[in-house]
């Protein structure tokens, strides 16, 4: 285990960062938290990023930053006004941090930055390494400014940007909607069901964040599962993990006409993400197939 550090995360309060920060405090580091309001605990530190401020003794004082910040994927419909607060919430925190590592005079010596798979868009047939290029679609524009967003503070120190899959796990991310699909009973296969899901549990997110704070990799980091798996096998073990019926078929034309982008870039995009860079990097994962990570909720 590394000597304990600071680390900032910004996103420490939400779905992945609370995982996260609890899997790090266990390893006996200090975690500070960015939030938006007045500061109202020791571990809490305060910062506007749509008004692009930091105090840079904040990042002074950070062995490591790490950057999960941006508004939920997983709140449908994805509105004209919604889309907006999608890509400015990632830019706007990403450009406040990056900015606050070149003007420190300590700087961390690594910045984790988030990201996404939605990088590569709808890729049929392909697998898709760190080095393919980007796709096409709403979140890939997203995904391109995000990580341009960050790419500055590698002036300064080594960044990774965390391209992640859909997570799985208790109490949110991407698959929040489908779970409460199957709650209700009204489950079932969208589109084909064919299309090819890269998946993470929310243990194995966290860890190889975690991972990657001592490793030397650098540039996009695919963070998903060892094999990527049907939306339909997830859509079924999900259903018989809540003891609910995986029956009522949605089809893609009805998902894209119900919600534009979200149903083409988030739930019928066939994506074949490799994990091999993490994997090669000596990260093993608690978590090898979807059925043990759905079981996990």
Same mark, same amino acid.
């Given at each position: 285990?590394?000597?304990?550090?600071?680390?900032?995360?910004?996103?420490?309060?939400?779905?992945?960062?609370?995982?996260?920060?609890? !899997?790090?405090?266990?390893?006996?580091?200090?975690?500070?938290?960015?939030?938006?309001?007045?500061?109202? /605990?020791?571990?809490?530190?305060?910062?506007?990023?749509?008004?692009?401020?930091?105090? /840079?003794?904040?990042? +002074?004082?950070?062995?490591?930053?790490?950057?999960?910040?941006?508004?939920?994927?997983?709140?449908?419909?994805? /509105?004209?006004?919604?889309?907006?607060?999608?890509?400015?919430?990632?830019?706007?925190?990403?450009?406040?941090?990056?900015?606050?590592?070149?003007?420190?005079?300590?700087?961390?010596?690594?910045?984790?930055?988030?990201?996404?798979?939605?990088?590569?868009?709808?890729?049929?047939?392909?697998?898709?390494?760190?080095?393919?290029?980007?796709?096409?679609?709403?979140?890939?524009?997203?995904?391109?400014?995000?990580?341009?967003?960050?790419?500055?503070?590698?002036?300064?120190?080594?960044?990774?940007?965390?391209? /992640?899959?859909?997570?799985?796990?208790?109490?949110?991310?991407?698959?929040?909607?489908?779970?409460?699909?199957?709650?209700?009973?009204?489950?079932?296969?969208?589109?084909?069901? +064919? !299309?090819?899901?890269?998946?993470?549990?929310?243990? +194995?997110?966290?860890?190889?964040?975690?991972?990657?704070?001592?490793?030397?990799?650098?540039?996009?980091?695919?963070?998903?599962?060892?094999?990527?798996?049907?939306?339909?096998?997830?859509?079924?073990?999900?259903?018989?993990?809540?003891?609910?019926?995986?029956?009522?078929?949605?089809?893609?034309?009805?998902?894209?006409?119900?919600?534009?982008?979200?149903?083409?870039?988030?739930?019928?995009?066939?994506?074949?993400?490799?994990?091999?860079?993490?994997?090669? +990097?000596?990260?093993?994962?608690?978590?090898?197939?979807?059925?043990?990570?759905?079981?996990?909720?």
């Amino acid at each position: 285990m590394a000597d304990p550090r600071t680390i900032l995360i910004a996103g420490g309060s939400g779905f992945i960062g609370t995982e996260l920060a609890a !899997q790090l405090r266990a390893d006996g580091h200090t975690v500070l938290i960015l939030v938006r309001r007045p500061a109202r /605990t020791p571990t809490e530190r305060s910062w506007d990023p749509e008004a692009r401020w930091i105090k /840079t003794s904040i990042i +002074d004082g950070a062995d490591a930053v790490i950057n999960l910040s941006g508004a939920s994927i997983s709140r449908l419909p994805w /509105t004209l006004p919604y889309k907006r607060e999608i890509l400015q919430s990632r830019v706007q925190a990403t450009s406040t941090i990056a900015e606050a590592i070149l003007r420190a005079d300590s700087p961390p010596s690594v910045f984790l930055s988030g990201s996404a798979v939605g990088y590569y868009g709808d890729r049929p047939g392909e697998l898709l390494t760190e080095e393919s290029p980007q796709g096409e679609g709403f979140l890939a524009k997203v995904v391109e400014a995000w990580e341009r967003a960050a790419a500055p503070a590698a002036e300064s120190t080594r960044l990774v940007t965390l391209r /992640t899959g859909l997570v799985v796990g208790a109490g949110g991310g991407a698959l929040k909607p489908l779970t409460l699909l199957t709650k209700a009973g009204v489950s079932g296969p969208l589109g084909s069901g +064919d !299309q090819l899901w890269p998946w993470i549990s929310l243990h +194995d997110e966290a860890a190889a964040i975690r991972h990657l704070l001592d490793s030397a990799l650098s540039g996009p980091v695919n963070l998903a599962g060892p094999e990527p798996v049907a939306a339909s096998i997830i859509g079924k073990e999900l259903a018989e993990q809540l003891h609910r019926p995986f029956w009522l078929p949605v089809p893609g034309w009805a998902l894209k006409a119900a919600l534009a982008d979200a149903g083409r870039d988030l739930l019928l995009a066939d994506q074949d993400v490799s994990s091999q860079k993490l994997v090669a +990097d000596g990260f093993v994962f608690r978590d090898d197939t979807v059925e043990k990570a759905l079981a996990q909720i």
